[in-house]
């Protein structure tokens, strides 16, 4: 259940056992890709970015060794496990020397490998977040936190509508950056001395927009009692951000395209329109296309607003993100409150990853300063992190070293979690008696001699 499909290649030459481990890794899930020599390996790592190496030791012509090296000098964001046929333990020893995460030696059960898997997996996981940015020196792309190709291509973007001046649409589900993708545009464009102003559309009362947004004169309504220039006079030579454009009323969309097609503003009680020079960006969190589709917005406006649009993916589209952004807002939130930053175990990293993010960064950033107030100590473990949260870890990869109530104490947290804490409703779900679900809620005893 990683949110990015793992590549493992395995090297082995006897067909056989590539058969059996390839056979086993694809019902994981895995993508999996063999090879039964070190130098078609070579070749394969050159055209796939591979998570993960298993490979046999002893093959005729290069052996596993010289892989690991190869893959340690040339494939730092790579793993290797070492399958070790004549388990000596020299033989291992030489192959985590050379950089190996993990040997396995043979004979090993389906289960001991999927366990080396996942173990290797999860430092490599870890490695890739360690190496990233807490540190000054290398400032992330327009301040903003991530690394994996679909954040890329956001990156992309931003530089090209910078670059171009162009207006510019930002859509994404709540809570994803849109505002600061905006700012990153503006900042990164030829307008960046000039304001940036931004505008919450949905937060102004719509008799209140037009004089909000283009300025009234004195007189053009009873409590108009003197000039005031508008956000966009307020913008001029830089930016306008008019974020959740989707809540416009028709009267104002019908204004802003105006001033996006003759460029010039329009005063509430004003007699004539007056040119001004304002880049627009607008986002929203709905789907414009289906709001013009339904009538609601206008499309005409909609074909002027998204002249580029830069499209968010959700949190749970960006991989290892999560760890990055959890890293940078622990060491951020830690310095804050002037402790020193708390390192993730390998379970909360576990259950960062499976978890949907419904709230996406925001959610991710609200609970890491929570943690860091309410929580003391060097480490942040699983337990810490809300029910919902501990659940999402895949079961195979939590369940090994659990005792049976430590189980249901979490099956019965994550129950009580996703019915709000009605404990009816919950023994009703759990299927045993509301005072049975009360008695299991009891804080256990500290063992007593029986
Ligand atoms: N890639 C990122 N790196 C670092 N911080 C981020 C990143 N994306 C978002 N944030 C932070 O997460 C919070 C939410 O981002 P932002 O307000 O831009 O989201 P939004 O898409 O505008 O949300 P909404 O739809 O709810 O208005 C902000 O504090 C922002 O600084
Ligand atoms: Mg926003």
């Not at 030459?13 to 890794?25: A, C, G, M, Y």
């Not at 004549?86 to 289960?111: C, H, N, R, W």
């Not at 207006?167 to 950056?177: A, H, N, P, R």
């Not at 300063?369 to 870890?393: K, Y």
Request: net charge neutral.
């Amino acid at each position: 259940m990683s949110t990015r499909q793992d590549h493992i290649l395995v090297v082995d030459d006897s067909e056989s056992t590539l058969r059996v481990i390839k056979r086993n890794l694809d019902a994981q899930g895995y993508t999996v890709v063999t090879a039964t020599d070190v130098a078609t390996a070579i070749e394969l790592l050159e055209d796939t970015a591979f998570d993960l190496v298993v490979t046999d030791l002893r093959m005729p012509k290069v052996g596993g060794l010289d892989l690991v090296r190869h893959v340690r000098s040339n494939f730092p964001d790579a793993g290797v496990i070492m399958i070790t046929g004549f388990a000596s333990i020299g033989s291992a020893v030489s192959a985590m020397q050379a950089g190996a995460e993990d040997y396995l030696p043979k004979p090993f059960t389906d289960e001991e490998l999927l366990t080396a898997v996942r173990g290797a997996l999860q430092k490599i996981h870890l490695r890739r977040a360690a190496r990233l940015p807490n540190s000054e020196a290398t400032p992330p792309p327009h301040g903003m936190i991530g690394d994996s190709s679909a954040m890329r291509r956001v990156y992309d973007l931003i530089n090209r509508a910078a670059a171009a001046d162009a207006t510019v649409l930002i859509t994404g589900e709540s809570g994803t950056g849109k505002e600061l993708v905006a700012r990153a545009v503006h900042y990164n464009g030829p307008r960046a001395s000039a304001p940036f102003v931004p505008v919450n559309c949905a937060g102004i009362p719509e008799a209140l927009v037009e004089s909000e947004l283009f300025g009234h004169v004195k007189g053009a309504f009873t409590s108009a009692t003197s000039n005031r220039a508008g956000l966009f006079a307020a913008a001029e030579g830089g930016t306008i951000f008019l974020d959740e454009v989707g809540e416009l009323a028709p009267a104002t969309q019908a204004k802003l395209l105006r001033v996006l097609q003759e460029r010039e503003v329009q005063m509430v009680g004003a007699d004539r329109a007056r040119k001004i020079d304002v880049r627009v960006i607008t986002a929203t969190n709905k789907d414009l296309a289906a709001l013009v589709a339904r009538g609601k917005f206008r499309e005409d406006l909609f074909y002027r607003l998204h002249v580029v649009t830069i499209d968010l993916p959700p949190l749970r589209e960006r991989g290892d993100d999560v760890l990055l952004l959890a890293r940078h807002f622990l060491t951020r939130f830690s310095q804050q409150a002037g402790r020193p930053t708390p390192t993730l175990t390998d379970r909360a990293v576990e259950a960062l990853r499976a978890y949907s993010w419904p709230g996406n960064v925001r959610e991710l950033q609200n609970l890491l300063q929570r943690l860091v107030i309410l929580t003391d100590g060097d480490e942040l473990d699983a337990t810490v992190l809300p029910a919902a949260m501990r659940f999402s870890i895949p079961r195979e990869a939590r369940a090994l070293n659990r005792t049976l109530a430590e189980i249901e104490r979490e099956h019965i947290e994550a129950v009580l979690a996703s019915v709000g804490g009605n404990k009816t409703r919950a023994a009703e779900i759990l299927g045993i008696h509301r005072k049975s679900l009360r008695e299991k809620l009891k804080p256990t005893e500290p063992d007593s001699p029986t």
